[in-house]
């Protein structure tokens, strides 16, 4: 059974950029959590979509958002980008009625 | 605030000794308690969890305790192998939810 894959794993952008990144879930997953990690602040919750729609949000600018797809597949958009937002960005997807998630390998955003 | 905290950074063990990591959390909301492992460059790996119904729960090498008066969980690995080494993240969360809590993580390094 294939993995949480994520795309691309790797991204350097200049301030002011915006990015989009990708996230394809375990086949059968309905949700997916994004999670921002940095070396001060650790693991951050972003948000977790659940068949198409928004059902929690964490504690980040709106310049952070995501969607997610009638296939489960997600995605998320950070505009107006500051050098804070660099990280390493995780996706994790679940069966959406327990706290279980399986993480991707992430993508390493770095803005210059 | 951080809610869960990891007040060891860094562990080192012997090889066959016992590992325990600790996690302390402050919001007795949380009513499920995961360990996740991360290697550099991948995501976290799910390990362990437990409901706040339990005390214990057992996995192969892997135990873990749930002090809910003190709030306070652990994780042992017993015995210790050098493939263990990595970092170790405690997370909670409340009600069945996706959202995750993580703490800060603890460096575990298991020498030959």
């Known amino acids: 059974k294939a993995g949480v894959t994520q795309t691309p794993r790797y991204l350097i952008k200049t301030r002011g950029q915006q990015v989009t990144l990708s996230c394809s879930p375990i086949s059968g997953h309905r949700s997916v959590s994004w999670y921002q990690q940095t070396p001060g602040q650790g693991l951050q919750f972003l948000f977790e979509y659940f068949s198409e729609t928004q059902r929690n949000k964490g504690n980040f600018p709106g310049r952070f958002s995501g969607r997610q797809f009638s296939n489960s597949r997600s995605e998320m958009n950070v505009s107006t980008l500051e050098l804070g937002d660099s990280a390493l960005y995780l996706c994790?997807?679940?069966?959406?009625?327990?706290?279980?998630?399986?993480f991707g390998p992430g993508t390493r955003l770095t803005v210059l | 605030d951080q809610q869960v905290k990891q007040n060891s950074p860094s562990l080192s063990v012997q090889e066959g000794r016992i590992s325990i990591l600790n996690c302390d959390y402050t919001?007795?909301?949380?009513?499920?308690f995961l360990w996740y492992k991360k290697y550099p460059a991948e995501g976290p790996t799910f390990l362990i969890s437990i409901s706040s119904i339990k005390d214990k729960n057992e996995d192969g090498r892997f135990t873990v305790f749930l002090n809910k008066s003190a709030k306070h969980l652990s994780l042992h690995i017993v015995p210790s192998q050098p493939g263990d080494s990595a970092v170790y993240f405690c997370?909670?969360?409340?009600?069945?939810?996706?959202?995750?809590?993580f703490g800060k993580g603890t460096k575990l390094t298991v020498n030959p």
């Open positions: 919001n007795s909301m949380f009513d499920y």
């Open positions: 997370a909670a969360s409340q009600g069945g939810s996706e959202k995750l809590v």
């Open positions: 994790a997807s679940g069966w959406g009625g327990s706290s279980e998630q399986f």
